[in-house]
């Protein structure tokens, strides 16, 4: 009997995983454009009336779960980091696609995604919100290296990272060491998170920038969550960013990351600590960052690989002077 009921649910939990099984990691718009969900999840921006009355400016983030299930977050002021900051209201619908089109539901409200166009009312039918389908980029997407900059990866070969994977989108796939170490003064970075809607929480799109002297900056799809600490932009384990500024996955992205020089004595002892200075997608989540350490010397950079597939471009530095 012991035997039979050990077998039993070893057959059970076998089925549950392989239920769970977060399916295929895309790391190409062009392939996950065959995805229906692809087209629906993403930012709509607009105004109208709120779930609680009010009128405001609004935006929402509809964030696929896979086989046509979705969540959607709606903010009062705006998108995080455009009209909405951490603490402000937020509303939770759930939204399910029938078709080339979404039917969402949430606390005494209804709703749809059709086209461009995301829609809110009430139980009784009357239209609330309207909010159009917007694509948001970093004003520092594409930034050029200044001269004297050093170039880490431009899409034409990968001499300066160990291990250096570069696709076919001449991309650099995470899961590498420079070879070297710079002082570095100010790092650019650009990145793209992959397409995996039925996975969750660390296993979607999970990686890492480890500089360093500071702790790891997590990066991860954490397109319509809080913002944690172990989420997109925190200090992993140590700090939050100060608004979630993650973009849809297969989205490009950017960290820029600025180092302090530290006031020095007569002898040339640094007097203070260095703070680094991080902004995500060109809006500061973390501002003059204590690091905890006066001299934090030449830093490598480590890509870190943490079972996903997602792609960095345009790195480049600039050393202290």
Not at 294 to 309: A, E, I, V, Y
């Amino acid at each position: 009997m012991i035997r039979m009921f050990c077998l039993l649910s070893s057959m059970l939990l076998a089925c549950s995983v392989a239920h769970a099984a977060p399916g295929p990691e895309m790391i190409d718009p062009e392939e996950a454009k065959a995805d229906p969900d692809f087209a629906i999840q993403g930012e709509y921006v607009g105004e109208g009336v709120l779930p609680d009355g009010s009128r405001s400016k609004a935006a929402a983030q509809v964030i696929a779960q896979g086989d046509g299930k979705f969540r959607v977050v709606l903010y009062r002021g705006g998108l995080p980091g455009d009209g909405w900051q951490r603490g402000g209201d937020r509303f939770d619908l759930e939204g399910t696609r029938e078709g080339d089109r979404a039917q969402l539901a949430g606390d005494k409200i209804t709703g749809a995604i059709e086209g461009a166009r995301l829609t809110v009312a009430d139980p009784d039918g009357k239209p609330l919100l309207e909010l159009k389908r917007t694509e948001r980029s970093s004003p520092s997407l594409g930034e050029k290296p200044p001269a004297g900059a050093v170039v880490l990866f431009d899409g034409s070969g990968t001499e300066h990272f160990r291990d250096g994977k570069l696709t076919d989108m001449k991309t650099l796939e995470a899961g590498t060491t420079t070879n070297e170490k710079f002082p570095i003064a100010k790092l650019h970075m650009e990145l793209r998170l992959s397409w995996r809607p039925t996975a969750r929480g660390q296993g979607r799109s999970n990686s890492g920038v480890y500089l360093g002297g500071i702790p790891e900056i997590q990066v991860l799809d954490s397109f319509g969550l809080e913002g944690r600490n172990n989420e997109c932009g925190g200090f992993y384990g140590r700090r939050e960013p100060e608004v979630n500024m993650c973009l849809p996955p297969l989205v490009w992205q950017t960290y820029d990351v600025e180092f302090s020089e530290p006031a020095r004595d007569a002898e040339g002892k640094p007097t203070e600590n260095v703070r680094v200075t991080v902004r995500h997608n060109g809006v500061v989540i973390h501002d003059d960052y204590d690091t905890g350490k006066r001299d934090l010397g030449p830093q490598g950079m480590h890509l870190q690989r943490h079972g996903n597939r997602v792609q960095y471009r345009n790195i480049w530095l600039l050393e202290k002077s």
